[in-house]
């Protein structure tokens, strides 16, 4: 049978108080309902049940969870004093009013979910339409840009094509002859052909024969065509390039007879070219020598050099080259292990470890950089009890990590003191693997490490302290006070490992392991596994009987007899039996029902 809390209550005009007291009574393993006219606390292996004479606001009320108690303030639907918490009615009676007032606080939360789910539906539907609204405004306002850039460009264009129409109905037919005359580039006696420097074969027959080009004497037109006008300046400067006879032959050549100009231009027509020789040519340039240049070869040609860079894009290709036939095998999405890693995380959280493990493993093929990949395989590798792999992984990850540790200055980086975190939190995960190998000499070393990174950190001082006392000589005591530190920070299952290993110790006293095997009955009791309870109590009765001589029959006696007197037993036994009596019970009960 369930054991019933100490409580207590007064009332005001308005409000009901109560208080209700329990040993290890906490938030975390109590299940509180409160309805208009029922109210029940369960936080085994204590359960309060108050049928309350009237009904309260199941809605307006507080619950303040204290030390070992709870305290219930409720509001009362009607004002006045009810002068009792609760009513005595038959078993039947009292069961159906229950199930009303739990219907009732049913329906009562349905509305109010349907009504939050209604609000939120309308709130959704008006942001959605001001979404909406503020779109169709951004493609509003866009059209209209357009459309005036539209008719800017047209306005731009008509005004363009209104020029171009002016200026061509006022140009001559000389201007359209010369756009259509030969390009420059394609006449070989044009300057632009050849270069700058050069003389047309007319000129040069001319320097030749002594005759100056400048003008005839009977026609006083140019010898040459109109365009070789262009070319006076390019003369002048090979005539200053010659010696002092030929520039005065040059310039007095326009002293010789018309007759001599004629026989020339008649020899030139008839394409006699024989007076042309090499030496009239302009001197051959000077070529040009090639210089040998070399640059460092670097990975990308289109970015500056940065060494870091250099080996980051370096790592990369060869990282590419290693997976290419990997990465042609598998889809787009499985090619980027954030991808990976991020469905990876989510197996891990549904408990699925084996796949979580494949996820990250294809992770680290593809990037054998991310460090967060090994962390977290470490820990799927932790949950499959493969404790040497997810030592592996630890290792691989804080040596990515101290590698990367060095580029940050320290304390003045926020990625640097993430990292920091991530380091504990692999070497306590190390540590938790190698207890499990019983390494309790790399245990020490790694936890005195994450310490020394927080030396605040109590969680870290505890264990360091409990790996400390492994690393000597057991003994009760040492095991009986961590047992009793585990069991009053709410550490069931450690308190229970520690009262099984004092129990194990064949020179404990006997009044060591009569207080571990009732301890562990508690433990066993908070967990919810009965029938531990019941051996446990059972191996406690047993231990007791040995250590106050008493015999089996004299406690069936004191069990089945109402009066103390009959068998004698001091204060401290009969507290001891007790309490194995009550524990004992209430698994029973619960294994019976």
Known sequence: MPLTPQHSWDETDTTMNIVVTAPGLTKAKSDLLICDTFVRINAPPYLLQLDLAHAVDDCNGTAVF????????????????????????????????????????????????????????????????????????????????????????????????????????????????????????????????????????????????????????DAQQPLTEPHDVQQDDSKQAIWKDQPAGEYTQLATGSQQSSSTLCDLESSQAHGDEAHSSDADMAPVRSGCVPVAVQFTKLETEHLPARETREQEISSYKRKSQDHEALEESLDLA???????????????????YRAAVNAYTKAIQLDMGMTVCYSNRAASYLKLKEFRLCIQDCTTALAQMEATMSSFNAGSSTAATAMHSSMIKLLTRRAAAQVELHDFASVKADLGEALARRPDDKQLQDD?????????????????RIADDRFKSQDMQGAADAYTALLALPDAACTDKLAAASNRAACSLAQRDYAKVVADCNLAFGLLTRKDGLASLDIQKYLQSNQTGSVNLDDKQKQSLCRLLARRGVALGHLAR
């Open 464 to 480: 360091l302290q409990e790996v400390n006392a492994c690393l000597q000589p057991a003994s009760s005591s040492t095991l009986r």
């Open 334 to 352: 499985e090619r980027q292990p954030l991808f990976l890693k991020d469905k990876a995380d989510g197996m891990h959280r549904a408990g699925n």
């Open 66 to 217: 204290g030390t070992s108690s709870l305290a219930l303030r409720l509001t009362k639907v009607e004002r006045g004093l009810w002068g009792q918490l609760a009513i005595q009615a038959p078993k039947e009676e009292l069961h159906q009013r229950r199930q009303q007032a739990q219907q009732r606080l049913a329906d009562s939360l349905a509305t109010n979910k349907q009504a939050q789910l209604d609000r939120k539906k309308a709130l959704d539907k008006a942001a959605s339409d001001r979404r909406i609204d503020l779109d169709r405004q951004k493609r509003d306002a866009i059209e209209q840009q357009k459309q005036q850039e539209l008719d800017a460009q047209r306005a731009q264009v008509a005004s363009w094509q209104t020029e171009v129409d002016d200026k061509g109905s006022a140009e001559s037919d000389y201007e359209e002859e010369q756009v259509e005359a030969m390009p420059a580039s394609l006449d070989q006696d044009h300057s632009d052909y050849h270069g700058r420097g050069w003389r047309p074969k007319k000129a040069r027959a001319v320097e030749h024969a002594g005759v100056s080009p400048a003008m005839n004497d």
